[in-house]
């Protein structure tokens, strides 16, 4: 079924972004959106989720202010990276999580169907020292003069493979008063991890009310990928949520990792848009996520985009 699923995602990614049977379709490109996450922009202690970063492009039959009735409409194509790693990256104690490295990259489709906001796509994800981000990390870490993660504990990260995964989001907007908007959801996953997750999130100001925000898997962070930038000034946004995780293969229990019986998130974050340029940035908690993790920790997200 795997296999089916792989070719579905590098299938819908050749059709959007060559001109192929999408361009008969008059699908255009409708927008990009990007968040970088870090945990230096939060508690600055460089441990376990310690870094991420993603990318969104969106393709459509164009766009009017909410999602399209009809499924595969919107196709998003979304690219990510991200980092995991132990408390200590030079001498990890012991039953600390391993080191991964981790690259994405997936087809999404958004949609609106009987009243909920929803989308629906697959990622393939690829772990292990091919990645080459254990390297990277090291480069950029020795160039600023930070830790750098050792030999040990790259040769022992969670191995290579791609995992596909599916992945799917139900949301319900609801207006509560002039550009306040409550946004219930639930979102599954089944591959690289396996977990049903629920949660709300909450929008005060025009920023976002009828746009295309897509949500980071690491943070649950919401960034805007099709955009009116005709709307000046703030929004503000904040949210939790509540996960059940039945399988991870960042954790394995082949390994002895135990994992949480809950993994849970809140945030808050603030969208700024100006005449030539905007800005997001989102400061999240993120609870443990195994037996032996000793707390949680603070991550920041950031996005700065110049329009000239």
Request: charged share 20%; net charge neutral.
């Given at each position: 079924m795997f296999r089916h699923i792989a070719a579905a995602v590098l299938a819908s990614i050749l059709i959007v972004t060559t001109g192929g049977p999408s361009s008969a379709e008059g699908r255009t490109k409708l927008g990009y959106g990007r968040l970088m996450t870090n945990d230096y922009f939060g508690d600055n202690k460089d441990r376990w989720r310690?870094?991420?970063?993603?990318?969104?492009?969106?393709?459509?039959?164009?766009?009017?202010?909410?999602?399209?009735?009809?499924?595969?409409?919107?196709?998003?194509?979304?690219?990510?990276?991200?980092?995991?790693?132990?408390?200590?990256?030079?001498?990890?104690?012991?039953?600390?999580?391993?080191?991964?490295g981790v690259l994405s990259l997936g087809a999404h489709t958004h949609f609106s169907w009987k009243g909920l906001d929803t989308s629906l796509g697959a990622d393939l994800v690829a772990t292990g020292s091919g990645t080459g981000l254990g390297n990277l990390q090291r480069q950029v870490h020795?160039?600023?003069?930070?830790?750098?993660?050792?030999s040990s504990l790259l040769d022992d990260q969670i191995s290579g493979g791609i995992h596909p995964t599916l992945v799917s989001e139900v949301s319900r907007p609801l207006p509560v008063a002039a550009n306040v908007t409550l946004r219930p959801f639930l979102e599954g996953r089944a591959g690289a991890e396996t977990l049903l997750r629920a949660g709300l999130?909450?929008?005060?100001?025009?920023?976002?009310?009828?746009?295309?925000?897509?949500?980071e898997n690491v943070t649950g962070q919401r960034y805007r990928v099709v955009q009116d930038e005709g709307i000046r000034g703030f929004s503000f946004v904040?949210?939790?949520d509540i996960a059940h995780v039945a399988d991870s293969i960042y954790l394995p229990e082949e390994r002895g990792y135990t994992l949480t019986p809950n993994r849970d998130r809140l945030r808050a974050g603030v969208h700024w848009q100006g005449r030539s340029a905007s800005a997001f940035y989102g400061l999240t908690y993120l609870g443990e996520e195994f037996e032996a993790q000793t707390e949680g920790q603070l991550t920041g997200s950031i996005r700065i985009n110049f329009s000239f």
């Amino acid at each position: 079924m795997f296999r089916h699923i792989a070719a579905a995602v590098l299938a819908s990614i050749l059709i959007v972004t060559t001109g192929g049977p999408s361009s008969a379709e008059g699908r255009t490109k409708l927008g990009y959106g990007r968040l970088m996450t870090n945990d230096y922009f939060g508690d600055n202690k460089d441990r376990w989720r310690t870094g991420s970063w993603t990318s969104s492009r969106i393709w459509g039959s164009g766009w009017s202010g909410g999602l399209p009735a009809k499924f595969g409409d919107l196709i998003e194509v979304r690219l990510s990276s991200q980092i995991i790693a132990p408390d200590n990256i030079n001498r990890p104690a012991a039953g600390d999580r391993p080191y991964a490295g981790v690259l994405s990259l997936g087809a999404h489709t958004h949609f609106s169907w009987k009243g909920l906001d929803t989308s629906l796509g697959a990622d393939l994800v690829a772990t292990g020292s091919g990645t080459g981000l254990g390297n990277l990390q090291r480069q950029v870490h020795k160039l600023v003069g930070a830790r750098r993660p050792s030999s040990s504990l790259l040769d022992d990260q969670i191995s290579g493979g791609i995992h596909p995964t599916l992945v799917s989001e139900v949301s319900r907007p609801l207006p509560v008063a002039a550009n306040v908007t409550l946004r219930p959801f639930l979102e599954g996953r089944a591959g690289a991890e396996t977990l049903l997750r629920a949660g709300l999130d909450l929008t005060i100001g025009r920023i976002g009310q009828e746009e295309l925000l897509v949500r980071e898997n690491v943070t649950g962070q919401r960034y805007r990928v099709v955009q009116d930038e005709g709307i000046r000034g703030f929004s503000f946004v904040v949210g939790g949520d509540i996960a059940h995780v039945a399988d991870s293969i960042y954790l394995p229990e082949e390994r002895g990792y135990t994992l949480t019986p809950n993994r849970d998130r809140l945030r808050a974050g603030v969208h700024w848009q100006g005449r030539s340029a905007s800005a997001f940035y989102g400061l999240t908690y993120l609870g443990e996520e195994f037996e032996a993790q000793t707390e949680g920790q603070l991550t920041g997200s950031i996005r700065i985009n110049f329009s000239f």
